[in-house]
């Protein structure tokens, strides 16, 4: 016969290991968290007073070459060139987490967007501004560490012209300067020396407009 | 009236002269519709991407289009580079200028080849990349120009350009190594009148996440292999739809003079010619 005490000692001493357990998975599991998130680079996003929103972004795949068109919430300020400036840092820096499919460099990439209406262009019921230009001013420590190769400058490109596309119907051409400045490639291939067509970039390539602004 | 024998002889002699260069003229040979031109990307001050600490592009291309020299060689064809060699720093530590894209464009339109094959070599993706001009391609009611705009030379060249990334395919199926296929305006392809692709190799992903890098000595020769094996069912298949001959050359924008048609006959200073002549 087990004496009574000897019982007692017996289930507390089970309760303490069984809540140590407990603890201790606890803790690994924060601990894994926290290296997940020493890994993901993301800028810290600047505070925003407004609600989240459903968002269209077209994202690359290094695998397949592909475009895929995915829903986002993100919370976007109200002015234009503000709230494409943060919707294209938001599509860049998710390029950045681990196990991306179109691995880019951490860190912010681009400094500005600008509007401006193109030229010749009239305002219509769809386009009540009239036909935009998109400049999309990079930052060079973007452009320097992307990764040098043609399939994955086009389709940075095609990923970026593709989400103003969507977003920003009155944009018809989006130009890209680095720093500030003209540049003829993104890092080598890419060619960034005249603007392109705001197309749909699932289902089109790339193509520089001549310099008169037509469909070479 | 006595005919002066030296005057004679000089006549006759010029006369000969004249009549030996018109035989040599008539007799100089087509060109040979199975010249393939290959482009090893960058050169120069340009490396390209940086594959690994003490890897650059530039290397990498040069190493893939000899093997593919080799290989086009023995299969009977004649090879075109666009450039040779990489040459080596000056004395100063600079280095002579790259062979520009508009120089390589014009070493290929002069050679008037079966194929025009535009190396690369990145880090990113996986298998080999195979793109072709994303011009959009003229279409039959398009008249045909005297004078090819050199932005836009490759519009007409998309269809066979097209039915040859279809061979190379196969080709690269064929040999299981991965591919994606693609459109993209890389320069100097919109200027070229040949049909032309670009191939980018990138590194090799095996079973368990293993890469094979493009720096790879066997992984670059099943690459050069099954090119060349595409390139003899493209001869086979698809040549005698590029017999015509091409009669018009790209009007280079920064040559204000007027545009001249090319030559019927080539004139072709290239770089290199390798191999035997059909």
Known sequence: MIPRYQRILFWTMAFAILLMAGLLARGCEKAHARLNAIQDDSPIAAPIDAPEEPTTLELANDANGFITQEQRLIALPHEPSGRARALLERLLTDYALPGSVHPLPAGSAVADVFFLDLPGTHTSYAHPTGAQLAVVNLKGSFADAHPSGIESEELTLRSIIGTLHTNFPMVEQVRFVVDGQPRDTLNGHADLSQPYPAVDTVDHPLHNLAPDGTRQ | ?278
Request: charged share 20%.
């Open chain 2, 1 to 278: 009236m006595t005919r002066n024998p030296s005057r004679a002889r000089l006549f006759q002699s010029a006369l000969l002269l004249g009549l030996s260069c018109a035989a040599l003229h008539a007799q100089a040979p087509n060109p040979p519709r199975s010249t393939i031109l290959i482009d090893p990307a960058h050169g120069g001050p340009d490396n390209g991407a940086r594959l690994a600490a003490d890897l650059v592009e530039k290397d990498v291309n040069l190493a893939l289009a000899q093997r593919l020299r080799s290989l086009l060689a023995e299969r009977g064809f004649n090879v075109v580079f666009t450039r040779e060699d990489d040459p080596p720093a000056q004395a100063d530590g600079s280095r002579p200028p790259a062979v520009t894209t508009d120089q390589r464009a014009e070493t290929a339109n002069h050679a008037h080849p079966l194929a025009c094959l535009l190396l690369h070599a990145t880090n990113g993706g996986h298998g080999v990349h195979l793109f072709t001009s994303s011009l959009i391609p003229l279409t039959m009611i398009d008249e045909p120009k005297a004078v090819l705009n050199w932005e836009t030379a490759q519009a007409g060249s998309i269809p066979q350009s097209l039915r040859l990334v279809n061979e190379l395919s196969s080709s690269f199926n064929s040999a299981r190594l991965p591919l994606v296929v693609g459109r993209a305006s890389i320069r100097p392809i919109d200027s070229l009148t040949c049909p032309a692709i670009l191939i980018e190799v990138a590194p090799l992903e095996g079973e368990g996440g293993a890469k094979t890098p493009v720096s790879d000595a066997t992984y670059q020769q099943n690459v050069a292999e099954a090119i060349a094996n595409g390139l003899i069912s493209w001869r086979s298949h698809a040549a005698p739809a590029e017999a015509a001959e091409k009669t018009v050359t790209p009007e280079k924008p920064a040559k204000p003079a007027s545009p001249k048609p090319a030559p019927a006959k080539p004139a072709a200073p290239a770089k290199q010619e390798d191999g035997d002549k059909p």
